[in-house]
T-cell receptor, first 110, second 116 residues
Framework: GQQVMQIPQYQHVQEGEDFTTYCNSS?????IQWYKQRPGGHPVFLIQ?????EVKKQKRLTFQFGEAKKNSSLHITATQTTDVGTYFC??????????FGDGTTLTVKP | GAGVSQSPRYKVAKRGQDVALRCDPI?????LFWYQQALGQGPEFLTY????????KSGLPSDRFFAERPEGSVSTLKIQRTQQEDSAVYLC??????????????FGEGSRLTVL
């Protein structure tokens, strides 16, 4: 089945620095979804990308889906303390099943 | 409420006990998923329902795990003869999408199971 790997596992940044997390798959993905999970919380949907080479922006967040639909990235510009949490990528299949990576945990030092 | 509701939020069980975890999805959501999340890891797929039909149960770790959604709404995940390795957060998610494009998953707060 579809499996996604995320790097890095942890990222510590100074507030104001940029942050990027990467999601990679050995197989072509039908779509990619990104979720954010705050400490002690549950995953919250951020965005879904479907098209090859797609780029979407949400304020300081930029999401990309690779041309080959095997990788994706989430970039945060000028991190803030409210950005702390674990960012997961996931991918759904035609049958409805979604599988997730192990996430990148971001900590931001004020 | 408007979101996915799970109960209990916390459950402590002695090894060998049976537990039942409940999920009340967003009204009208056809798809319902159960995930297991161990500390420091991503959600691991357990099973998927479309209405009352269990279309995929490939992620259930053993025959001690059983899930049902008899009327296509509320779902229950049952774990029989719990073991320490069952300790995890069990997340329920629902979606208005069916197949093809998974769409946004709405997660509940989760049920944290601790097996002593």
């Amino acid at each position: 089945g579809q499996q996604v790997m995320q790097i890095p596992q942890y990222q510590h940044v100074q507030e104001g620095e940029d942050f990027t997390t990467y999601c990679n798959s050995s197989t072509t993905l039908s779509n990619i979804q990104w979720y954010k999970q705050r400490p002690g919380g549950h995953p919250v949907f951020l965005i879904q990308l479907v098209k090859s080479g797609e780029v979407k922006k949400q304020k300081r967040l930029t999401f990309q889906f690779g041309e080959a639909k095997k990788n994706s990235s989430l970039h945060i510009t000028a991190t803030q303390t409210t950005d702390v949490g674990t960012y997961f990528c996931g991918s759904g299949t035609n049958a409805g099943k979604s599988t997730f990576g192990d996430g990148t945990t971001l900590t931001v030092k004020p | 409420g408007a979101g996915v509701s799970q109960s209990p939020r916390y459950k402590v069980a002695k090894r060998g006990q049976d537990v039942a975890l409940r999920c009340d999805p967003i009204s009208g959501h056809v798809s319902l998923f159960w995930y297991q999340q161990a500390l420091g890891q991503g959600p691991e797929f357990l099973t998927y329902f479309q209405n009352e039909a269990q279309l995929d149960k490939s992620g259930l770790p053993s025959d001690r795990f059983f899930a049902e959604r008899p009327e296509g709404s509320v779902s229950t995940l049952k774990i029989q003869r719990t073991q320490q390795e069952d300790s995890a957060v069990y997340l329920c998610a629902s979606s208005s999408s069916t197949g093809g494009n998974t769409g946004e998953l709405f997660f509940g707060e989760g049920s944290r199971l601790t097996v002593l």
